[in-house]
Nanobody
Framework: QGPLVESEGGLVQAGGSLRLACTASREAFTFVDMGWFRQSPGKEREFVAGIKWVGDGTEYADSVKGRFTISRDNAKSTLYLHMNGLKPEDTALYYC??????????????????WGQGTRVTVSS
């Protein structure tokens, strides 16, 4: 098992809400950034949201701005993605990721060293 473990996703109706969690089992103190990515069948993995593990700083994909919120609980070594106003096009496998690179771009998947196992989110219309 890798250092990042994600909670179960789920099936939700359009307009509904869901919260994903990702817990770091070790090495969380060495992380610089953490992020959420997603991948739909036939598409490349895309950036959803990112957050500085220490200090301030978040970034969101345009497609989720105003609907999704990324947050963290350092004491619990846990990353969250709060998803509201879900749309069918949000259906995907969601992955959390952790980076140790200083000054790297949050939106670039190559920035990240560790990845969760992926959790499925399905939004029905």
């Amino acid at each position: 098992q890798g250092p990042l473990v994600e909670s179960e996703g789920g099936l939700v109706q359009a307009g509904g809400s869901l919260r994903l969690a990702c817990t770091a089992s070790r090495e969380a103190f060495t992380f610089v950034d953490m992020g959420w990515f997603r991948q739909s069948p036939g598409k490349e993995r895309e950036f959803v949201a990112g957050i500085k593990w220490v200090g301030d700083g978040t970034e969101y994909a345009d497609s989720v701005k105003g609907r999704f919120t990324i947050s963290r609980d350092n004491a619990k070594s846990t990353l969250y993605l709060h998803m509201n106003g879900l749309k069918p096009e949000d259906t995907a496998l969601y992955y959390c990721a952790a980076s140790k690179q200083l000054g790297a771009r949050m939106t670039n998947p190559l920035t990240y060293t560790y990845w969760g196992q992926g959790t499925r989110v399905t939004v029905s219309s």
